[in-house]
Nanobody, 127 residues
Framework: QVQLVESGGGLVQAGGSLRLSCAAS????????IGWFRQAPGKEREFVAG????????AFADSVQGRFTISRDNAKNTVYLQMNSLKPEDTAIYYC????????????????????WGQGTQVTVSS
């Protein structure tokens, strides 16, 4: 089994920054794509960003491209989502998730491809 724990959420004004962390335990973390998703009230869960197991490939939703970055420290079993220039529409619960297969070549944006999910962390951006 694998456990994922998100942290770093909070309340920030528009234009501000937050860094989310996703700490993993329970399996060889470095073999799997890790993705960040978010879900706002009344909306479906959507892909935000992801990073391949080697860290060399990343992917972002169009809505966050150029504002968010993602990185991972496999020695610490942690993935980070740096969020800059935050907007009120970024308000949501943010989840990290681990791919269900090892060594996937691409960063998948499909929630069903992720087998393990954290409990989420709330991000609120005020205008």
């Amino acid at each position: 089994q694998v456990q994922l724990v998100e942290s770093g959420g909070g309340l920030v004004q528009a234009g501000g920054s937050l860094r989310l962390s996703c700490a993993a335990s329970g399996r060889t973390f470095s073999n799997y794509v890790i993705g960040w998703f978010r879900q706002a009230p009344g909306k479906e869960r959507e892909f935000v960003a992801g990073i391949r197991w080697s860290g060399g490939v990343t992917a972002f939703a169009d809505s966050v491209q150029g504002r968010f970055t993602i990185s991972r420290d496999n020695a610490k079993n942690t993935v980070y989502l740096q969020m800059n220039s935050l907007k009120p529409e970024d308000t949501a619960i943010y989840y990290c998730a681990a791919d269900r297969v090892k060594f996937r070549v691409i960063v998948t944006k499909t929630p069903d491809d992720y087998a393990y999910w954290g409990q989420g962390t709330q991000v609120t951006v005020s205008s």
